[in-house]
């Protein structure tokens, strides 16, 4: 063959080729709701070396996340498979909150800009759960991207939240005057003697409750 | 408090543990929040002010691991000396304790009894019960799948005590709303998500450090799967 023939056959190819990725990006159907960035971030590693004393309050900043740009699927995620995602994710969320280190809240904050509303709910109450005031800032300035006016007080709850002491800290925890422990010690046997009644309740009911046989034939009164 | 008990089964969930637990509706991992507002004058001193403090997961299990009472049970229960870090509760409808575990295998129930020297002991150091009696509910299903969606609303109470001399005590009214979603029954069986919510502020005993104290602010949340036999869809019964 000659050269200029295999070239216009080369260049007549190419162009078929681009022609052909262009369209299809174009026509291409979006997903009804495309996945986070944060669907792509590992779970960051326990760090039990890093576990939290009792009474510790968490101080750190949040490590950068290296946040990959967002993805979007070739194909759009069905009801089903939204449901899985969120499921995931929510999962994750309550595994990062109880870690004790940057790259665990770092993730937590990139959902609060997720796609799925109930996954940033989740990532609200992560927040909350994993307990450190670094992530007020991030909390506040997530309340100008949205317009839900649930999720805008969520997170200013949430952020509230985090500026308190908490009911561990040594200085809510602090020791007793004489006085006070001989107060306490009178209601405390007052307080057992009715926490042993329930107790003992909770068992024997536990133990003796009968409950109707499920029949699948009932109908429901609702 | 209520236990289907025609759907129990007896599930060991630590040696000792002793009751009844149901076979499967979803047990879900639970987040636990709230604010307690209370005042450290135990006499009439003037403007002594109202403090305010937080309480989330961690928090109540650092409260345990501080109490004696407690990590003596926990010892007994789990042979464990301390709450490990990293770990969670966990909360079902049927059964309704809170139990505390990790990815470890970890798993401390706070209702419970150990026997020490042939004597055995309860304990109780909290639960968080659903009115299932006050339940209201709408669902709908599937004719020939039974998949479908349920929503139910019902009153909820949350107790906790870290057993302390200190005395840090948490009982709250509230209320839940339990979404549930159903995927297509499959030979008697269909996969069951459940998706919580609750609040609650209504105010039955609370303590913080021996100090009166009254709820602020109360939140669990949490989701989960599992798989249900097809008699027990829907989740909503009325009594």
């Not at chain 1, 063959?1 to 190419?14: H, N």
């Not at chain 2, 006499?43 to 961690?58: C, E, F």
């Not at chain 2, 906790?160 to 001399?165: H, K, L, N, T, V």
């Not at chain 2, 021996?210 to 949340?221: K, L, R």
């Amino acid at each position: 063959m000659r050269p200029k023939f295999v070239l216009a056959l080369i260049l007549v190819t190419a162009l078929v080729l681009g022609a052909a990725v262009y369209f299809q990006q174009r026509l291409a159907p979006l997903p009804p709701e495309a996945p986070s960035e944060s669907a792509a971030l590992p779970a960051p590693a326990a760090h039990p070396d890093l576990a939290a004393a009792a009474n510790a309050t968490r101080r750190f900043k949040p490590a950068p996340v290296a946040v990959p740009a967002a993805v979007v699927a070739a194909n759009p995620m069905n009801a089903e498979q939204v449901q899985a995602y969120i499921e995931d994710e929510t999962s994750r969320l309550q595994d990062w909150s109880t870690q004790n280190d940057p790259a665990s809240l770092a993730a937590i904050l990139s959902d609060l800009t997720n796609s799925e509303k109930s996954v940033r709910l989740a990532a609200i109450e992560a927040a909350k759960q994993f307990g450190s005031g670094d992530a007020i800032p991030a909390l506040k300035a997530s309340v100008g991207s949205t317009a839900d006016t649930e999720e805008q007080i969520a997170l200013l709850e949430a952020a509230d939240f985090l500026s308190l002491p908490t009911i561990a800290d040594a200085d809510v925890q602090v020791p007793k005057t004489p006085d006070q422990i001989q107060a306490a010690q009178q209601r405390r046997g007052q307080q057992a003697a009715r926490r042993q009644a329930q107790t003992q309740f909770r068992a024997q009911y536990q133990n003796t409750q009968p409950a109707p046989a499920p029949d699948p034939q009932a109908v429901p009164n609702n | 408090m209520m236990v289907r008990a025609a759907f129990a089964a007896v599930v060991a969930l630590g040696a000792a543990t002793t009751y009844a637990a149901p076979a499967a509706y979803p047990t879900i991992p639970l987040s636990i929040s709230g604010t307690l507002k209370y005042t450290t004058n135990s006499g009439d001193t003037m403007n002594v002010p109202i403090k305010t403090l937080s309480y989330n997961t961690q928090s109540l299990i650092n409260l345990l691991n501080a109490s004696p009472d407690a990590t003596n049970v926990l010892h007994f229960v789990t042979g464990k000396t301390q709450i490990p870090a990293g770990s969670h509760f966990l909360w079902n409808p049927d059964y309704e304790e809170l139990i505390i575990t990790n990815k470890n295998g970890f798993s401390f129930d706070l209702y419970g009894s150990y026997t020490n020297g042939g004597t055995t002991y309860y304990y109780d150091f909290g639960y968080l019960d659903i009115d299932d009696e006050g339940l209201i509910g709408t669902y709908d299903l599937a004719a020939k799948t039974l998949a479908g969606t349920e929503k139910d609303m019902t009153g909820i109470y949350f107790y906790f005590y870290d057993g302390s001399m200190n005395n840090n005590e948490i009982d709250i009214y509230g209320k839940a709303t339990l979404t549930w979603t159903y995927g297509a029954a499959k030979g008697g069986s269909q996969k069951a998500t459940l998706s919580v919510t609750m609040s609650g502020n209504g105010n039955d005993d609370c303590y913080v450090n021996d100090f009166e104290a009254i709820p602020g602010t109360f939140s669990a949340s949490g989701s989960g799967s599992g798989t249900v036999s097809t008699g027990m869809v829907p989740f909503y019964w009325e009594w």
